[in-house]
């Protein structure tokens, strides 16, 4: 069995090719493009072992290069193929009953926003005001 086979079983590649863009049509010159099943194996072994980029085992995943896997990873997130997944493993699990609403947490995070949120107003005086009567 191939390592990309095992990082990428037949099922989770059934369910995530449709989702996926098409590949730009190859050029006459230069290599040819490395399959989309390759590349997802080299994020799948990424998110699993929690490597670094430059330690990706390339050629056992017959992935190209980890620049490759990461611009694919990159054009993947810009056409939102990872929440359409989401959403199909949700209703997987929901077919199969394994979603149960009361197991269900709500969490938030408040965050600063520093390239789009609203400019905080002048700020309030904090010195004492001398009374209109005061000599």
């Known amino acids: 069995m191939k390592l990309q086979d095992a990082m990428v079983p037949p099922e989770l ?29 080299g994020i799948m072994y990424l998110l699993k072992t929690g490597c ?14 980890p620049a490759t896997v990461w611009r694919r990873l990159d054009a993947w997130t810009k056409s939102e193929v990872w929440p359409r997944l989401h959403q199909k493993i949700l209703e997987w699990c929901g077919a199969l009953g394994e979603i149960d609403p009361r197991h269900v947490v709500i969490d938030s995070a408040a965050f600063r926003a520093f390239f789009g949120g609203r400019t905080p107003g002048p700020a309030a005086r904090t010195v004492r005001k001398e009374a209109a009567n005061a000599m």
């Open 13 to 41: 590649w059934e369910a995530i090719e449709p989702l996926l863009p098409p590949l730009k049509q190859p050029h006459t010159r230069g290599r040819p493009p490395v399959p989309d099943r390759n590349c997802l194996a």
């Open 52 to 65: 670094q980029w430059k330690y990706l085992p390339c050629r056992e995943l017959e992935c190209g290069s």
